[in-house]
C-alpha cells in the first residue's frame, strides 16, 4: 500500500537576499485538485514563494516536493538542468506579464515548448494548440501575431501555452494586475473554468471577490509568513488574526462594511 502524501509539500521553507530574509520557514501543502490563493501586501512574499516551486528563486533552505518528487534538489550543475526541467514540464506558470515571442504567431508561441521539450511531431502540437485555445476561446486566433491581441488575449495565449504541456499544477502569478479592468474578467473565466475541471491552482492574486468565489482555501502571508489560512467563508468573513483584519479592511469593502 503506497503512502498517502501532500500533492504539494513545502516544508521550512526560508529565502533571504543577504540580510533581507523574505522567507521565514514557511510549511504549507496543497492537495490535487485544490485551488489556492495566495494574498497579502506588496512584499510579503507571495511571488517569491510561487517563484520557489517551480525552482525560479531557489530557496535558501526548504524543501519544495511536488506528487512525492522533490524540485529543489541539490545536483551537479548537468543534472540539476535535466532534472528541473522534467519538473518544470508538470509545472505550468503563468506570469504578470504574458512574456510572449512576438515575432511569431499564436500557434508557434503555444506550439514551441511541446515540440522542443517533449520531442512531439508538428502534427501533434497543432492539434495540442488548437485544443488549448479553443479551450481558452481563441481559436480563431491562432495564426494571429501578439501584436494583433488585446492584453487579455494574450495572456489567455499564456495561457494555454502553460495547458500545452499537461502540467500537474499551475501557477497564477497576479496573472490579471496588468491588464485593463474591463479586460480582466475575460481571464478570470478561464481560470474559473479550470478550477471547474480540478486543475490544481496556486493563484497569487489581488483580487479578493475572485478568490472568495473560486479558491478553496485562502493563505493571507504578510512579513515572510503565513499569518492565516482556511476557507475564504472563514478567511474573508471572520479572521482572526488582526494582520488579516487590517489589510481587508484596506482591500475588501464586503469586510469593511462588516466590521462596522
Known sequence: MTEKHPFVDIRHAQKAYGDLEVLKDINLTVE???????????????????????????????????????????????????????MRQHIGMVFQHFNLFPHLTVRENVTMAPKLLKGISAAEADKLAEEQLAHVGLLERIDYYPSQLSGGQKQRVAIARALAMKPKLMLFDEATSALDPELVEEVNLVMK???????????????????????????????????????????????????????????????AESAN
Open 32 to 86: 490535487r485538485g485544490e485551488i489556492v490563493a495566495i494574498i497579502g501586501p506588496s512584499g510579503s512574499g507571495k511571488s517569491t514563494l510561487l517563484r520557489a516551486i517551480n525552482d525560479l528563486d531557489p530557496l535558501s533552505s526548504g524543501e519544495v516536493i511536488l506528487d512525492g518528487t522533490q524540485v529543489n534538489k541539490t545536483l551537479p550543475h548537468r543534472q540539476y538542468e535535466k532534472h528541473i526541467n522534467q
Open 193 to 255: 473554468k479550470l478550477a471547474e475541471e480540478h486543475m490544481t491552482m496556486i493563484i497569487v492574486t489581488h483580487e479578493m471577490d475572485f478568490a472568495a468565489s473560486v479558491c478553496d482555501r485562502v493563505i493571507f502571508m504578510d512579513g515572510g509568513v503565513v499569518v492565516e489560512e482556511g476557507p475564504p467563508s472563514v478567511v474573508f468573513k471572520n479572521p482572526t488574526q488582526d494582520r488579516t483584519k487590517e489589510f481587508l479592511r484596506k482591500h475588501l469593502s464586503q469586510y
